[in-house]
């Protein structure tokens, strides 16, 4: 059984999202972080994050994608690696962050990436509420505070602003999707496995949701 936190606009999900999707009705939106195979530990960090749980391959991210492609409306967007095109289904864009500093990778023998991409599926209901935006984002990247690959909220909310209606982000992680979703004052739902980061979100969005109110 699913813990469950009803946090203003949000509904948080405490468990596994393969457990948690069949029981949800359709939304509008899927933004996601989700473990897709570069089986990530932090090593350079004071304080090391724990590896990321679910993180030796792709499995997970290519079956809440397809999932999202059948019960989304409006769109999905999923970040990954540019290598995840041979495993995710085929995009209809890729959308480049470029970041402030360089990403891990071999040290000797590749490019030192300064770019993370997201996969982008148009679905039914999709249209862009402003000027279509380009497939280039720059935005610093955060100092991974709360999440060993923590998205900036700048980021974040520039992403939601290209969506409408319910987001869904089965991937919470600690909850930067969710804190940008309740800034722009849009109805979020997250669900998040790992009990730690489920608590920092669930303080994070509060915290937003606080904000929110206040003016």
């Known amino acids: 059984m699913s813990q469950v ?10 468990g596994d999202c393969a457990d948690v999707l069949p029981t949800l009705d359709k939304v509008d939106a899927v933004i996601t972080d989700p473990p897709y195979g570069m089986k990530f530990q932090s090593n350079h960090r004071m304080v090391k994050h724990e ?24 769109s999905v967007y999923a970040f990954g690696r540019w290598d995840n095109i041979y495993g995710y289904p085929k995009p209809k864009s890729l959308i480049t962050w470029v970041k402030n500093n360089w990403s891990m990778g071999d040290l000797h023998h ?27 984002i720059y935005w ?23 969506t409408s209606g319910v987001i869904l982000d089965p991937f919470m992680g600690s909850g930067t999707t969710g804190v940008a979703a309740v800034e722009m004052k849009r109805q979020f739902i997250g669900i998040e496995k ?4 489920f608590d920092i979100a669930c303080k994070r ?9 206040l003016f």
């Open 5 to 14: 936190e009803i946090i203003g606009n949000a509904t948080l999900y405490l």
């Open 110 to 136: 590749e490019h030192a990436r300064q770019t993370e991409v997201a996969f982008f599926y148009p679905l039914q209901d999709h249209q862009f509420f402003n000027k279509r935006p380009s497939d280039v």
């Open 205 to 213: 969005i509060e915290d937003a949701q606080r904000q929110e109110c």
């Open 51 to 74: 590896k990321i749980y679910n993180d030796e391959n792709d499995d997970l991210a290519v079956a809440v994608i397809k999932w999202g492609l059948e019960n989304a409306k409006h």
């Open 194 to 197: 790992e009990q730690k980061y």
């Open 140 to 162: 610093q990247r955060t100092g991974n505070e709360f999440h060993p690959t923590e998205k900036p909220v700048g980021l974040m909310r520039e992403f939601v602003s290209w």
